[in-house]
């Protein structure tokens, strides 16, 4: 086999906790993962706030799980400076709860434009703003905060961060304690993509999420796909990411109304590390 064709390996995989989220709650995934003998999750704020996150910190060191992400900060747009201070300490929140969970990085979804606004230019800039502020704070705390570039059709409502390039930009800018979060749902498109890692490197790139983009994709948000069942070349950038000197986990981050959320939780787990192995 050549080097090109290894398969992942099975100790990296990583369940983002929206996967199963429709159907199992913290506890039952956090169970599930050490079960499944997977080794890596990425919980979300709310299914922390619903265990409490005492109990989730606690019951993950209990079953040694790494959490390879916290999802998630962000959305510092606002359409008034009055509630800025509120998306400020909500943010630094996020931040604490990250390190109380000891996660590798909190993910940032940076967010859209603001009610009302088609002003793109002001959005970007808020969000420069916002994390440039935030990164105060995050490095007091020793916490990496990691730009997740979300597809160009997420630009008004979740991200308009929306390439490699511009996150490492803003990188470029920002400096040390931030990174980037590359999904390979949101960048496989970019023609630019193998030039971006390149220029992130092992310094930036704190988390590697994969799904696979299906044809057709039937809904913008619910409908992303089991790694294989789309035309994303997983291995590929799996490859690539390895190549700069990443050697974090591959996390699996499906959100999907009609198809895995659907499924008993532990076929979906299943299938993932059978996938995982197969595909990545
Ligand atoms: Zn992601």
């Keep these: 086999m050549t080097s090109l064709n290894r398969p992942a390996d099975p100790g990296l ?11 199992w709650g913290l506890a039952e995934i956090i169970d599930g993962c050490a079960r499944h003998e997977i080794r890596g999750i990425s919980p979300w704020r709310d299914q922390v706030k619903a ?4 109990e989730a910190a606690q019951a993950i060191r209990a079953n040694e799980l790494v959490v390879t992400g916290y999802c998630r900060g962000g959305m510092f747009p606002v359409s008034s400076e009055a509630d800025a201070p509120a998306v400020r300490d909500d943010n630094r929140r996020a931040v604490d709860e990250a390190c109380e969970l000891g996660a590798q990085c909190l993910v940032l979804v940076v967010g859209g434009l603001p009610g009302g606004s088609k ?6 800039r808020q969000v420069r703003d916002g994390i440039a502020e935030l990164l105060d704070y995050a490095g007091s705390q020793k916490m990496p905060l990691a730009i997740e570039p979300l597809h160009p059709m997420y630009a008004a ?3 308009c961060v929306n390439t490699m390039a511009h996150a490492n930009d803003l990188c470029d800018e920002l400096g040390s304690g931030l990174g980037i979060a590359l999904d390979l749902y949101h960048t496989w498109w970019d023609p630019d993509l193998m ?3 390149e220029r992130a490197g092992k310094e930036r790139l704190l988390a590697f999420h994969i799904c696979d983009w299906l044809v057709p994709t039937r809904d913008l948000l619910l409908d992303r796909g089991m790694m294989g069942d789309g035309v994303i ?3 590929k950038w799996r490859h690539a990411v390895e190549r700069v000197g990443y050697v974090g986990f591959h996390e699996v981050e499906i959100f999907s109304s009609e198809t895995w959320w659907k499924k008993d939780p532990n076929e979906v ?3 993932c590390k059978a996938r995982h192995i ?3």
Excluded: M, P
Excluded at 13 to 23: D, F, P, Y
Excluded at 51 to 54: A, E, N, V
């Design 269 to 271: 787990l299943a299938t």
């Design 13 to 23: 995989l990583s369940i983002n906790t929206a996967t199963v989220r429709q159907r």
């Design 278 to 280: 197969e595909c990545c």
């Design 233 to 235: 070349d997983i291995r």
């Design 119 to 124: 002003n793109l230019d002001d959005a970007r």
């Design 195 to 197: 030039e971006q890692i």
């Design 157 to 159: 409502d979740r991200a």
């Design 51 to 54: 265990l409490g996150l005492k």
